[in-house]
């Protein structure tokens, strides 16, 4: 199969981007939000929080905006109506109707609107991961710190991808292996637990803390990323991956598709699988 014929099957909004955006990822955004709601013990933010009414909110990367529709039914359950931002590359996961108190719009993070500049209390980012680069980073970082109000609160939600310990036998530890070669290849920074922090302070944020954890990848449980979504994840980077060649781990799609099958497999027949997220939390001063 050659390169033309792998980039006809999904649709990619950025060639940055690692993952694709369309309706197959769609499900795995939403499926993606469970998991890690689940595993901030069912908080959608971990950040001291004293919003009100007509205060305004961001979503960076929304996707399908899922977490912005339940973060403002939780609020107005507690009698505040905010006025929520959701910003992507792509409006291709935008919901088709939402309430008019949540805008959707193409932006990117790194480039926000002027008239934004300290307008909201609150930000909120996560998964931006395989979007990133070092330079990136700080664009971001530093674009979000213009447009909180002072007092503001950014929340930044991200896995680990430097220390990866999802191989547990042959198949997918050479799975590991190949995105341990990639991701760094991408210019995608994988310690994000000491590395975002770091950044959060240099660019004037205070207060900053982090929170970890783990989540197991296998077959059932309830705080569980099941084997298959997370197949599902790795999945979606099959064609940036077959564009450079494989990185001398598989060389056609069928070899990817048979690997990630395997993996699955031995993730299903382990309990030692697993990933990393953290949910890092600072203040505009």
């Given amino acids: 199969m050659n390169k033309v014929e792998v980039d006809q099957q999904r649709y990619y909004a950025s060639k940055q981007y690692l993952l694709p955006a369309d309706e197959s990822e769609t499900t795995r955004l939403n ?22 009414s007509s205060d305004r909110v961001l979503e960076s990367g ?9 973060f403002s039914e939780q609020s107005k359950r507690n ?20 309430p ?11 480039d926000l609107p002027d008239k934004w500049s300290g307008t909201f209390s609150y930000a909120h980012q996560r998964c931006l991961l395989l979007a990133m680069d070092d330079l990136r980073w ?5 674009e979000l ?3 909180l109000s002072p007092g503001g609160w950014i929340e930044l939600v991200e896995p680990e991808a430097e220390h990866l310990y999802f191989g547990v036998g042959p198949e997918s530890k050479k799975l590991e ?8 290849g991408k210019g995608v920074m994988g310690d994000l637990g000491v590395y975002l922090p770091r950044i959060l302070e240099e660019i004037g944020f205070v207060n900053v803390h982090y929170e970890t ?11 569980v990323y099941r084997s298959e979504d997370w197949r599902d994840l790795l999945e979606g980077m099959k064609q940036p991956l077959l564009n450079e060649g494989g990185y001398g781990f598989v060389k056609t799609e069928e070899e990817y598709e048979e690997l990630l099958q395997q993996s699955v497999a031995e993730w299903n027949n382990s309990s030692e699988a697993g990933c990393t997220f953290y949910t890092i939390i600072a203040r505009k001063p």
């Avoid at 929304?62 to 339940?70: D, H, I, K, N, P």
């Avoid at 700080?138 to 530093?142: I, L, R, T």
């Avoid at 954890?213 to 705080?223: A, L, M, Y």
């Fill in 138 to 142: 700080h664009k971001a970082v530093s």
């Fill in 62 to 70: 929304a996707g399908t905006g899922v977490w912005a529709l339940e």
């Fill in 145 to 147: 710190f213009r447009v």
């Fill in 100 to 110: 008019s108190n949540i805008d959707f719009s193409v932006q990117s993070v790194t």
């Fill in 213 to 223: 954890r783990q989540v197991p990848i296998g077959h059932s449980g309830e705080n």
């Fill in 79 to 98: 009698g505040v109506l905010l006025s929520i931002e959701c910003i992507d590359i792509s409006d291709k996961q935008f919901p088709v109707t939402h």
């Fill in 177 to 184: 292996s190949l995105m341990l070669t990639a991701l760094p």
């Fill in 31 to 52: 499926t993606q939000h469970r998991v890690l709601t689940r595993a901030f013990e069912n908080k959608l933010s971990l950040a001291p929080l004293k919003l009100q």
